[in-house]
């Protein structure tokens, strides 16, 4: 009887012990190198999308510095010039005003144009695709009239200008004292450092940037006629 009952309880023993283990163990089987391969997976499909974005970002940046290049270069020289007089003694259009406005934008954006020793970095303007305008305005209460008589200049005598007397004119208010103002432009056509084919449906290779920079110009200001 001892015996029968030893074994009737180390067979209970193992029914428990059974139970206790299924109940504390997962029934689901570990797959960690079925998640792993499903993660390379995903990243896969994602790593084309990501490095799409990151190009697009980088070579946007390069754009951006270098319009803000081409920025800079317009602001010094108008910023220069707007304390001089486009026109001669004789009140004629003085065009070594407009040809020195355009030489020292190009020089700002490549010094090694006045400077060969110079080995910083560069921006050399394509006379065949680039060119600089430089405009001066004689704004007045009826009109703004566009100096030199040709309307503008253009350093390399193929770029649009940005700006009209009628756009000048709209700009001001009909009660707007007269006033002189010098614009320069610089019209770029930027290429892609990277060269990336992918991005070409997003930024067109090569892409045209467009700065100017308007300052005051007392020298061109109408004079009032007084009133008799």
């Not at 997976?41 to 799409?52: D, G, K, R, W, Y």
């Not at 974005?53 to 319009?67: D, H, K, P, Q, T």
């Not at 303007?125 to 001066?136: A, G, K, S, Y």
Request: charged letters at 20%; hydrophobic letters at 40%; glycine letters at 4%.
């Amino acid at each position: 009887m001892e015996r029968l009952a030893r074994e009737e309880y180390d067979r209970m023993m193992r029914t428990l012990q059974r139970q206790f283990s299924r109940l504390f163990t997962s029934s689901a089987p570990r797959t960690p190198h079925k998640r792993k391969a499903q993660s390379l997976v995903e990243f896969a499909i994602t790593l084309p999308i990501l490095l799409l974005f990151l190009s697009g970002v980088v070579e946007f940046g390069f754009a951006l510095n270098y319009y803000l290049s081409l920025l800079d270069a317009t602001r010094e020289s108008a910023r220069f010039f707007s304390n001089g007089s486009p026109f001669k003694d004789d009140n004629t259009d003085d065009m070594d005003f407009y040809a020195a406005a355009a030489a020292m934008t190009r020089a700002a954006l490549d010094p090694f144009v006045v400077d060969s020793s110079y080995v910083g970095r560069r921006i050399p303007l394509d006379p065949n695709t680039d060119d600089i305008v430089v405009t001066v305005y004689s704004r007045s209460s009826g009109e703004a009239v566009a100096h030199p008589s040709g309307g503008v200049y253009r350093m390399y005598g193929h770029a649009t200008s940005l700006f009209t007397p009628a756009r000048i004119q709209a700009a001001f208010g009909e009660d707007s004292p007269n006033a002189g103002i010098l614009v320069v432009e610089v019209h770029y056509n930027y290429h892609q450092v990277m060269k990336l084919p992918w991005l070409a449906p997003f930024l067109p290779d090569p892409l045209m940037l467009r700065a100017y920079t308007i300052m005051p110009l007392s020298a061109a200001e109408p004079v009032m006629t007084p009133t008799p």
